[in-house]
């Protein structure tokens, strides 16, 4: 099986770092202005040799370019695998693929907590969930000036609501789409960048479970946190602890805990799950899905 990369920065490098520990991938060729002497490169999609000698398709560009990078391959392969990074698009946009499986990056579905916090609350009934999770950006990669980074700037796709889109996936995933909502997408830091840095909402999903979610940029405390409350218990996932708690109507509490993850471990699980045909991936539907969030918060904060 051969691979092509687009797209070679921190998180494209990742990728490739997991996937040529596949015993089954032969070879992963990148697409990048930048000069690499180890291995194949293309400048482009575009001048790419023989685009269906690869097998897989990796699109680990800036956000703003997947949309036209998706819409090419689609229309130049055929029944081939594509995996584009989080979020599908900037903006919410129609692209109709008609040849070939996408799927999408949304990588905190395989956490181990988080499916075991699935199979508790899929035979429950589900209230209220409060989700929170936010990170100084300066701190977000230490080794670029984040004055620099895409998330700085909302043309390439940045800013906190794109970003932390994650915490939109596993909400919708758990809970079902987002039928309504009243949000808040702002610049209210210090931090040298024209993207939002904040981003807050309440709304509802289709399935009728009140949600209050917040991301931003701006902590100087690291956290990713879920809380839920359905009729019979209360649950508090930390992502950042490794720990879920479950409390009952008596107040007595157990605690789950995950053995300790290495830094490749949900990506390699995520891009194998792909390659064998498992269904825990977020396909390209439910990344639409997404995007239908995301653009009812941009249409309700911009201008």
Known sequence: MKVLLVGYGSIGKRHEEVLKAFDDIAGVDIVTKQTLSTQRTYRSLEVVTDLKMYDYFVLASETSKHYEQLKFLDENVKNKKFFCEKPLFDTNQKLHIANNEVFVG??????????????????????KVHISCGQYLPTWRPEVDYRKSYSAFKDKGGGV?????????????????????????????DLEIDSDDFTTFIGQTVTGVMVNLSIDYISK??????RIDTVDYSYILDFIANQLIRVDKKGEQVIFNSEKLERNDMFRWMHKSILTGKEQNCTFIEAEEIMKTIEMIQEQNNG
């Open 106 to 127: 949304y990588v905190l579905r395989f956490y181990p907590l988080l499916k075991k916090l699935k199979d508790f609350i899929d035979n429950e009934d589900v209230i």
């Open 221 to 226: 405390i690291t956290h990713r946190v879920m």
């Open 161 to 189: 609501l794109l970003d932390l889109s994650h915490e939109i996936d596993y909400c919708q995933w758990l809970f079902g789409s987002m039928q309504e909502l009243k949000s808040y997408q702002v610049k209210i830091s």
